[in-house]
T-cell receptor, first 115, second 113 residues
Framework: DTEVTQTPKHLVMGMTNKKSLKCEQHMGHRAMYWYKQKAKKPPELMFVYSYEKLSINESVPSRFSPECPNSSLLNLHLHALQPEDSALYLC??????????????FGDGTRLSIL | QKEVEQDPGPLSVPEGAIVSLNCTYSNSAFQYFMWYRQYSRKGPELLMY????GNKEDGRFTAQVDKSSKYISLFIRDSQPSDSATYLC?????????????FGKGTKLTVNP
């Protein structure tokens, strides 16, 4: 079992639905990340939060909206998604600022299918 | 030239073989180097992490980094069927107070009993 927990594990939604993906870590990490991974491809970075502030947005469409309510939680709000957004969405965390060069730890992801 | 190059394989070996996985990179700003293992329908699992040139050993796994040649390797000794997975190299640097990773494409490994 990983120390980064993601829910739900699977999600099927229509293009007009609104849903949220959730991520939680209890390692005291201060940086959290959202990645998108398509089949047979490496993870692609979407967003980075450092100390609950958005520090990197990799030009992600506005139909994806991240939120970091506190240092342990990270959400990804989804609205009006397209079929090409079907993918595995991974959350990761690392120690963050002041703990230089610390690796990221990943959850097992949410497998999202858009109908 | 991509920042990180990794042969996607697939690679198929018999049980007990020594496996060598490799990545090259072009950005000398990368500060640390990792290998992740990803089983089907799971997230990447951190296997090895190092920030200096040289070898680092953990059980059957050895990570090797050569910063002068911009080359990293992962060796798996006495490979087992349970090692069958996709192996991703990743290079990291600190940016904006957080750690940014660049992944290789991943190498799919099958270890046959």
């Amino acid at each position: 079992d990983t120390e980064v927990t993601q829910t739900p594990k699977h999600l099927v939604m229509g293009m007009t639905n609104k849903k949220s993906l959730k991520c939680e870590q209890h390692m005291g990490h201060r940086a959290m990340y959202w990645y998108k991974q398509k089949a047979k491809k490496p993870p692609e970075l979407m967003f980075v939060y450092s100390y609950e502030k958005l520090s990197i947005n990799e030009s992600v469409p506005s139909r994806f909206s991240p939120e970091c309510p506190n240092s342990s939680l990270l959400n990804l709000h989804l609205h009006a998604l397209q079929p090409e957004d079907s993918a595995l969405y991974l959350c990761a965390s690392s120690q963050g600022w002041g703990a230089r060069n610390q690796p990221q730890h990943f959850g097992d992801g949410t497998r999202l299918s858009i109908l | 030239q991509k920042e990180v190059e990794q042969d996607p394989g697939p690679l198929s070996v018999p049980e007990g073989a020594i496996v060598s996985l490799n990545c090259t990179y072009s950005n000398s700003a990368f500060q640390y180097f990792m290998w992740y293992r990803q089983y089907s329908r799971k997230g990447p699992e951190l296997l090895m992490y190092t920030y200096s040139s040289g070898n680092k050993e953990d059980g059957r796994f050895t990570a090797q980094v050569d910063k002068s040649s911009k080359y990293i390797s992962l060796f798996i000794r006495d490979s087992q069927p349970s090692d069958s997975a996709t192996y991703l190299c990743a290079m990291g640097l600190t940016q904006g107070g957080s750690e940014k990773l660049v992944f290789g494409k991943g190498t799919k490994l099958t270890v046959n009993p």
